[in-house]
């Protein structure tokens, strides 16, 4: 078995405590496979920031164990998580989070320069034509439109070839032409360049450009899908979302 690029066991998030406790995510297991574009799906709240966020090192477990391309973040100094998600982890937010008075091509490059790599002109010249920005190198990111932003989002996400690439509702700010497009240069990086993809979303149309499909409930791994259809997904949002409810109103039945 290859060792996948991502993977989290047994993973528990409590946030706050006593009467304030939320448990974010409530025993996720689940590997990320190296070379495949994976989407996390599920309603508000049901904690699929909280398993990206934890899973990429940006947050630690409560209990449990996150590991990136079989490197185990937990027990790791904050210095030493800094520089694995620095050098192995590529993110894509919401917010595209550019320098505003930095260019195109420097954008696309920050992370390598602060982390003092040598630069790849190589790969950075092959990921500039694949997200299309080749014209807009010397701009800055206000004279561009969201989606042009979001594209330099993503060639700076794939600049270091991370082990993994963990984008938070990327078309979320977008048009869905823009949105589009930015779900095709995410699905191309994985499917012609070999890249790994993990991307929470929650709209059904961006999760059927993954290869495979999780879904979250309630802070649990309640199901999964390959060869996702944006009309496959929401078939199965609407199940879940109804068996939710029935549980729901057994409980309620319960406590009256
Ligand atoms: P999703 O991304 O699916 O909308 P989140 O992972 O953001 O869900 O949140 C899961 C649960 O954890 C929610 O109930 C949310 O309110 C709670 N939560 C998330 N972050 C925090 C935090 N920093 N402090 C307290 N509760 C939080």
């Not at 079989?70 to 904050?78: C, P, R, Y």
């Not at 997200?131 to 594209?151: A, F, I, K, M, N």
């Not at 699905?187 to 790994?196: F, I, K, Q, S």
Request: glycine share 10%.
């Amino acid at each position: 078995m290859s060792v996948p690029a991502a993977r989290v066991v047994d993973a528990v998030k409590v946030y706050g405590a006593g009467d304030a406790e939320v448990r974010a995510l409530d025993g996720v297991s689940v590997d990320f496979p190296a070379g495949r574009f994976t989407a996390i799906m599920g309603p508000s709240g049901s904690g699929k920031s909280t398993l990206m966020h934890c899973a990429a090192g940006l947050d630690t477990l409560t209990s449990g164990s996150a590991a990136i391309a079989g490197t185990e973040l937990t027990g790791l100094d904050d210095r030493r998580l800094t520089l694995l998600r620095r050098e192995r982890v590529g993110f894509v937010f919401q917010a595209f989070n550019l320098l505003p008075t930095l260019t195109v091509a420097e954008n696309i490059t920050l992370p390598r320069d602060l982390a003092g790599a040598a630069g790849d002109a190589e790969w950075t010249d092959a990921l500039i034509d694949v997200v299309g920005l080749r014209d807009r190198l010397h701009h800055r990111p206000s004279e561009l439109s969201g989606g042009q932003q979001q594209r330099v989002a993503v060639a700076r996400a794939f600049a270091g070839r991370p082990e993994v690439v963990f984008a938070d509702e990327p078309t979320g700010n977008l048009d869905s032409r823009s949105g589009a497009e930015v779900l095709e240069l995410l699905g191309r990086a994985v499917r012609t360049m070999g890249r790994t993809v993990v991307m929470v979303t929650h709209d059904p149309v961006a999760a059927a450009h993954a290869d495979d499909v999780i879904f979250l409930a309630d802070g649990r791994l309640v199901d999964r899908m390959a060869g996702p259809t944006a009309d496959g997904v929401l078939d199965r949002i609407k199940e879940l979302d109804r068996k939710a409810a029935s549980t729901r109103s057994a409980q309620e039945g319960v406590a009256t």
